[in-house]
């Protein structure tokens, strides 16, 4: 949560400087990260997985194991990564333009097109790093190593944050190259992260043990590897599905416009900070129950788990009052016009108020991912926002004159379904079993 907190904060100050230049840029470089996004999840879902492996065999302290399943996530990684830089280099203006519908000028669109495409060339140059330091701290959070990470997470932040300030704006006899500045002092960010996280795990052997040998060969029992692909193939298809399905619920509100962009980027940007409380726990309660699973703790997995989610829910009700609070005041920041503060006040609230509704759901969602049940994952997560969400914000956007952010508040009012779902399917237990048994 402190990593996760720390990262969205910064995050959030880089868009305010972004914000700073203008609507424009602002809209360019929220088009972009939402690409970048569905990138950046179908590498959490490739290597999610795995991870569900990682923690059971260092629950039951099987340190080749352990060693099987990075080496997994390291080919994974490659192979998702150059898939991704691909996909980009390829098709990104074609993606990028899919949202540009017009409100205002076409000069605006043309300037947020070329912004976005320069924004976006720079960024694929970090694809490969980030992926790489996913899997060291995916594989460190799974054995009980979550303060290297974070602090790797810091450092490269304020690499970011700093880089931003001279590279955006020209600082300290540096251009000034803004949107291309802040791209540039992401990837530099991310360079760094990996360089930080992984010299400390080859440094750490003894407190690593996995990585001894992990690159002498790529050798991966055949029975790991096809467990890994059934229960993975569903979750990286349900992290492709779930991120583009976002991306799409982006691009079906821009249809009212420029300004909307620029609205739901606003709201995001806090949403984020406050979300890391159900994010991060939701990601802390995939492993712990993972190990206790793996360990056969078949007795109190159950029990443990009721009380995270409900932690869990508790908080989010905390973090959604306090994120209402700041609703009025957030968007003030901006270099932009009242009506785009005024509709980003308004989808701020939406989003507190819908906080404990993500906050249940998203718990579930790990828990019966713990217990290897990807399919049912995939059906609850990425189908139920095809079926449901984007049919509806679809309709409400194309067939209504409904206000943006009473259609936003419709459509994520749904995810009760999803609460109600979740609660049946965790209280019936059947999710409770030792994944690790079945590469032996």
Known sequence: MIQNGITN?????????????????????????????????????????????????????????????????????????????????????????????????????AETMTLAEGYLAVMMIGMIPFAFTQVYSSTLRSTNETVVPMRAGIIAVLVNLVGNYILIYGKFGFPQL?????????????????????????????????????????????????????????????????????????????????????????????????????????????IIIGQELGARHFDTVKKDAERITWFTVCLCIVMGVLLYLISGVF????????????LASSLIRVGAFCMPIYAYANAAYFILRSGGKTIITFLFDSCFCWAVSIPLAFFFVHYTQLPVAVLYLFVQLADLIKCVIGFVLVKRGYWINDMTQLTS
């Open 9 to 109: 904060f910064v995050s959030m100050l880089d868009n305010i400087m972004v914000g700073q230049i203008g609507t424009n840029a602002m809209s360019s470089v929220a088009i972009v990260n939402q690409l970048m996004f569905v990138f950046n999840l179908c590498i959490f879902g490739g290597l999610a997985g795995i991870g569900i492996f990682t923690a059971q065999f260092y629950g039951r302290r099987n340190h080749d194991g352990v060693r099987s399943t990075f080496r997994l996530m390291v080919m994974a990684a490659l192979i998702l990564s150059l898939a991704g830089i691909l996909v980009f280099r390829f098709f990104g203006p074609d993606l990028i333009s899919l949202y540009l519908h017009e409100d205002g000028s076409t000069a605006s669109i």
């Open 178 to 286: 803004g949107v291309a500045g802040a791209a540039t002092a992401t990837v530099l960010s991310r360079f760094v992260e990996l360089l930080l996280v992984g010299a400390w795990t080859h440094t750490h052997p003894q407190r690593n043990p996995f990585i001894v040998g992990a690159y002498s060969s790529f050798h991966v029992p055949s029975a790991l590897t096809k467990q890994c692909l059934i229960k993975g193939m569903p979750l990286l298809a349900n992290e492709f599905l779930w991120s583009a399905s976002q991306a799409t619920l982006s691009q079906t509100y821009s249809y009212r416009g420029l300004s909307v962009i620029a609205a739901f980027n606003i709201s995001q940007t806090v949403g984020n900070v406050f979300n890391i409380a159900f994010i991060a726990l939701g990601s802390a309660t995939g």
């Open 331 to 342: 968007p003030t920041i901006y270099n932009t016009s009242d009506e785009i503060r005024q």
